[in-house]
């Protein structure tokens, strides 16, 4: 027994039964697709070392869990810790003791650094165990989204369309020969995903932007996950944009989007958005989130989720932590820029 779990104790458990992983997390009322297993399957194949760790009590009550992305570079190690951690009801009250047995099992050298990205899942108790151990928040104007209240209703959420908006969406509507279909099927979800991998791959050539989102470490692992939800829009035969979105217990975070030059004509976004919104709603869901928005580099994208709500909304801030002070405050700086 080390002496962080003598003096709170908790210990520190590795989980390798991804099934029993992936109940733990959904069993939480602010588990997402970034503390499930797959996204940690994802971050694998990108080159990240992943620890799946639970922390229970003396009794053996889980209490909280961590999924850690592990990357050395050179003397230092970038220790990211994505959708959490999160904390159990009863963890709740130990949200001090949880983060310090987390801290002790990581074995920190004084080089590395320790970034937790809640991505909307953080929790009273997860906040108040980061500040008191040390952790710092560095937030960016980047780190801000829109959000879709749905608590009420349908009818709320037209009522706060811009007119334009609207207009855009009845075009769509009016058109017979557009569909929008959510998808089932293995095969055809698998399918939809090449096509958006395409899609978007043009996408950032007709728009010179870059990201490390890698298509096709991801394609098998959203298309058979049905916590993502693929929406597929065609005009006659023609498919001309794809749009993922991937659902928690009470909110649907629209996630990735690509489409043809077709789709700017007939207004094939308008009828995805409004899609996810019914969806989401027949769901129970209480809120649409549109993901992020990003008004000064990209001012058109903006401007369409705008027209939807004007209700913008923190993402939370990066936490960061590391023995070294400089170290710490130097990632600050980076990031904030």
Wanted: hydrophobic share 45%; with cysteine.
């Amino acid at each position: 027994m080390t002496g962080t779990e003598r003096e709170t104790g908790l210990r520190v458990v590795p989980v390798a039964d991804v099934p029993a992983w992936d109940e733990a997390v959904w069993a939480q009322g602010r588990g997402t697709i970034f503390s499930a297993a797959g996204w940690g399957t994802y971050k694998a194949r990108r080159g990240a070392r992943i620890a799946r760790l639970s922390v229970v009590d003396d009794a053996g009550d889980l209490l909280g869990l961590a999924q850690v992305q592990i990357k050395h570079r050179g003397p230092t190690r970038q220790v990211y810790l994505q959708g959490g951690p999160l904390l159990t009801r009863k963890g709740e009250r130990q949200g001090e003791a949880v983060v310090r047995s987390l801290l002790a099992h990581l074995s920190l050298g004084p080089l590395d650094l320790v970034v937790v990205d809640f991505n909307r899942a953080e929790s009273p108790g997860a906040v108040l165990g980061l500040l008191a151990c040390g952790f710092r928040p560095v937030t960016t104007a980047s780190r801000h989204t829109l959000e879709v209240d749905l608590t009420g209703g349908l009818d709320a959420v037209t009522a706060e369309m811009d007119p334009r908006w609207r207009q855009r969406l009845r075009k769509a509507e009016r058109n017979a020969a557009m569909t929008a279909r959510f998808l089932d099927d293995p095969a055809e979800r698998l399918a939809a995903f090449d096509a958006f991998a395409v899609m978007y791959a043009s996408l950032k050539t007709r728009k010179n932007f870059a990201n490390d989102f890698d298509c096709a470490a991801y394609r098998d692992l959203a298309a058979n996950d049905p916590r993502h939800l693929i929406l597929a829009v065609r005009e006659g035969d023609e498919l001309c944009l794809v749009r993922i979105a991937h659902r928690s217990r009470d909110r649907l975070t629209d996630f990735f989007t690509a489409s043809t030059e077709r789709a700017k004509a007939n207004a094939a976004a308008y009828l995805a958005v409004w899609s996810f919104v019914r969806r989401a709603t027949e769901d129970g869901c209480r809120a649409f989130d549109f993901g992020g928005i990003d008004p000064v580099r990209n001012r058109g994208v903006y401007d369409f989720k705008r027209g939807l709500t004007r209700n913008v909304v923190s993402s939370g801030p990066l936490w960061l932590y590391g023995r070294n002070r400089l170290v710490t405050a130097a990632a600050g700086a980076a990031l904030a820029r």
